[in-house]
């Protein structure tokens, strides 16, 4: 198994540009997630899935879509790129093995500098 | 509403002494605690978490925490520092929703030869 991957590792964008970032899962799981890794800010949730065709908002939501038209994949959009999207994002997955356990599975990260 | 704090965002210690990082939560429901580590330029991966069945959970590479009610706390610790322990570690509390996944702001550990 692949476990979570993510394109691409690097990236850099002008501001207004938009990009999506791409991940996918092998492990068919039904959760997924997006967050945002900033120093001292731990990860901070920015949209999740719990299944095929339903999405919602995590708490730093503004700024990026996301869909899920299959259980592998989840692609982050930023729609006009900022300075403050700068970060490193990770896709994660999930399942509910235990109601309210949920281990996630981490992708590799993609590093994004807009400048 | 949950929480998680992390005392200390940088820990250091020499190779071969005790390791123990700090992790207190706030949650209003039983709470699901884990323990990821992050090596540099990797993503998270996880060494041990607690969903109710012993407070004393061991994990991999050596690492173990205790679950303690009365204090809210999830400690990690190692007996033995290695070098290969230096990374960034981050504790995280879930809930009752996948939307509830808290993760901590992070603890640095650095090991000294």
């Known amino acids: ?115 | 509403a949950q929480s998680v704090t992390q005392l200390g965002s940088h820990v250091s210690v020499s190779e071969g002494a005790l390791v123990l990082l700090r992790c207190n939560y706030s949650s209003s429901v039983p709470p699901y605690l884990f323990w990821y580590v992050q090596y540099p330029n990797q993503g998270l991966q996880l060494l041990l978490k607690y969903t109710s069945a012993a407070t004393l959970v061991k994990g991999i590479n050596g690492f173990e925490a205790e679950f303690k009610k009365s204090e809210t706390s999830f400690h990690l610790t190692k007996p033995s520092a290695h070098m290969s322990d230096a990374a960034e570690y981050f504790c995280a509390v879930s809930g009752d929703s996948y939307d509830k996944v808290i993760f901590g702001p992070g603890t640095s550990l650095s090991v000294i030869p």
């Open chain 1, 1 to 115: 198994n692949a476990g979570v991957t993510q394109t691409p590792k690097f990236q850099v964008l002008k501001t207004g540009q938009s990009m999506t970032l791409q991940c996918a899962q092998d492990m068919n799981h039904e959760y997924m997630s997006w967050y945002r890794q900033d120093p001292g800010m731990g990860l901070r949730l920015i949209h999740y899935s719990v299944g095929a065709g339903i999405t919602d908002q995590g708490e730093v939501p503004n700024g990026y879509n996301v869909s899920r038209s299959t259980t592998e994949d989840f692609p982050l959009r930023l729609l006009s790129a900022a300075p403050s999207q700068t970060s490193v994002y990770f896709c994660a997955s999930s399942y509910s093995g235990q109601a309210g356990a949920y281990e996630q599975y981490f992708g590799p990260g993609t590093r994004l500098t807009v400048t």
